[in-house]
């Protein structure tokens, strides 16, 4: 997906750490500014997983193909992937952050597989 | 019909006009257009649920780029067939060449031409399975002899692709 996630502003406490003057006049200096730390919402994300759904008419060597090229999955483990999506309906690909998911749900539907993101439960 | 690999290419010869007119019907099978079941699966959402927000972002920024991927590859498909027009000669059997580097877009266009055949006919799974059935008695006949008649050239082509 193109589009950014929004930026969530986290204010930061100051660092007690951190020795303020005291021999100054407070004409000539202000309070300590505060900085505030930005965080994007997606390092604050809880992990979505990739998930490939059973089709009766994508070939099994063509599904295991894409899981090989999409994921750089070594061949036994992309038909596992395959079996699991033909035996069981479903398969998790891969979890982790959502925007990546995305570009995977993403790059699958390229291929035109039944590709959907899931929140990990 | 034979199918083999001469280099960079891979060569189906011994088309028979039928064969070849199957062939020829593979960037127009492709198009989902006009069938509302094969454009939703086609172009299916990205999540199960009610994520309206992410699929409206998906219809306006993912669709139109797989849409323009599907068509570069159909239309590279529809370049390649292009040597089976030229002088009809209903009974003369015909060769056509695919370059390797078009691999890619064939798996492409004869994936998206099955989808959408299988789609608007609503085959079972059971009914894709069943390889032995013949003879071609009806429309729906024909139409699933053309998506294994497809699936057989992905599978050849991925063989290829494979070695």
């Known amino acids: ?73 070594p061949r036994d483990k992309a038909e596992r992937h395959m079996l699991e999506v033909h035996q069981i309906g479903r398969s998790i690909l891969w979890s982790g952050m959502r925007e990546r998911a995305e570009l995977y749900v993403q790059q699958l539907h390229g291929y035109l597989l039944l590709a959907t993101i899931e929140k990990v439960s | 019909m034979e199918i083999c690999r001469r280099k960079n290419q891979i060569e189906i010869s011994e088309l028979d006009p039928f064969l070849a007119e199957l062939l020829r019907q593979i960037p127009a099978s492709a198009n989902p257009e006009g069938a509302p079941a094969a454009e939703q699966r086609i172009f299916s ?45 209903s009974l003369v059997s015909r060769t056509l060449r695919i370059p390797t580097k078009h691999a890619d877009a064939w798996l492409s266009a004869l994936n998206q031409a099955r989808l959408v055949i299988a789609t608007k006919n609503n085959f079972t799974e059971l009914e894709l399975n069943d390889h032995l059935r013949s003879p071609i008695g009806s429309r729906r006949d024909l139409s699933l002899f053309q998506v294994n008649f497809y699936g057989f050239l992905q599978e050849f082509i991925l063989r290829e692709l494979d070695c």
Not at chain 1, 16 to 42: D, L, Q, W
Not at chain 2, 72 to 89: I, R, S
Request: charged fraction near 20%; hydrophobic fraction near 35%; proline fraction near 10%.
């Open chain 1, 1 to 73: 997906m193109s589009a950014q996630p929004p930026a969530v502003e986290v204010a930061v406490p100051p660092d007690p750490r951190i020795v303020h003057p005291t021999n100054t006049t407070s004409s000539t200096i202000g309070a300590p500014t505060i900085e505030k730390e930005t965080r994007t919402e997606e390092a604050l994300d809880v992990p979505w997983q990739v998930v490939v759904h059973n089709d009766p008419v994508n070939l099994m060597s063509y599904v295991t193909m894409v899981f090989q090229r999409v994921f750089g999955y």
């Open chain 2, 45 to 89: 959402p990205p999540i199960n649920g009610k994520e309206t927000e992410l699929c409206a972002e998906w219809k306006m920024y993912v669709e139109p780029e797989l849409r323009r991927l599907f068509q570069t590859a159909t239309q590279t498909v529809g370049a390649d067939l292009e040597q089976l027009n030229g002088n009809e000669k």
